[in-house]
């Protein structure tokens, strides 16, 4: 998709070490990378290499020991539900609100007149194809569905960014599939606002399913050893089988092997 003007997101030089408890030491050490307006990136690396680290610093849920994160060309204060919101692994639903209730939730916080709430919250049941279960409660849902209320209710705000945690780890591989190219058709849609996706995944084959370019992460402390375009054509189901997207799966796969016995 067309690049914008200027990047959303910013990293330059950003180290984060943390001084209490098990994660006591340097996560991720002089991380350098822009996010631009368009773009789906996705983060990879090995596992403890502070990839998620990365994200709540973006989120402005965690801040960097020295360095900076930026948003459209200002510090990066703290959470801003105007600039960015997050999907976790887990579902992080309220057992106690309804489908509805649960994707309301971001609004009310922001103090959205009820009336405008209502009309949001219908778009995004439209988009998630969640019209039918709009009263049901978590406890009624499945997990991929659990994932679509999720997913609305972090695009029910409409920010900028849309960052993800690693959202598909739970579910099972159909599942999985069906929500990889929901979020695709999301993401591409002109009716949502959001269109500047950033996720952490620890699967290559995601990674170059989904993305644009794929940041490559060291092992712990984690630092920027690949920042790499995926030139596949969209839309890549087509290509999934091809001698390209499993020769760009190796190159990448080999990559962190080779970084991980340094």
């Known amino acids: 998709m067309a690049k914008g003007k200027h990047p959303e997101i910013e990293l330059r030089h950003v180290t984060k070490e943390f001084t209490e408890n098990r994660s006591k030491g340097v996560a991720i050490s002089d991380i350098s990378f822009q996010i631009n307006e368009h773009e789906f990136v996705c983060v990879v690396g090995p596992s403890g290499c502070g990839k998620s680290t990365l994200l709540r610093i973006m989120a402005g849920l965690e801040f960097p020991s020295s360095g900076r994160a930026i948003f459209c060309g200002k510090p990066i204060a703290g959470p801003n539900p105007k600039h960015s919101a997050m999907i976790f692994q887990t ?15 971001g609004l009310q916080s922001v103090g959205m007149p009820k009336q405008k709430r209502v009309e949001i919250v219908n778009k995004y049941l439209r988009i998630m194809d969640l019209e039918d279960f709009a009263t049901a409660y978590p406890f009624e849902l499945s997990g991929g569905m659990k994932q679509r209320v999720g997913i ?53 084959e995601e990674a170059v399913f989904l993305a644009d370019r794929v940041i490559v992460l060291s092992k712990r402390p984690g630092r920027v050893i690949a920042d790499i375009p995926i030139d596949i054509p969209r839309p890549r189901p087509e290509h999934v089988r091809s001698k390209i997207f499993f020769d760009m799966c190796d190159m990448l796969r080999r990559l962190i092997s080779y970084h991980e016995q340094k």
Do not use: C, G, Y
């Open 91 to 105: 579902f992080a639903l309220l057992p106690w609100r309804n489908v509805s209730e649960n994707i309301e939730l």
């Open 152 to 204: 609305a209710r972090a695009l029910a705000i409409e920010p900028r960014v849309l960052l993800m945690d690693e959202p598909f780890s739970s579910l099972d591989a159909m599942t999985a599939d069906q929500l990889r190219n929901d979020v695709l058709e999301i993401w591409r849609n002109p009716k949502t606002k959001t269109n500047t996706f950033v996720m952490i995944t620890h699967l290559i």
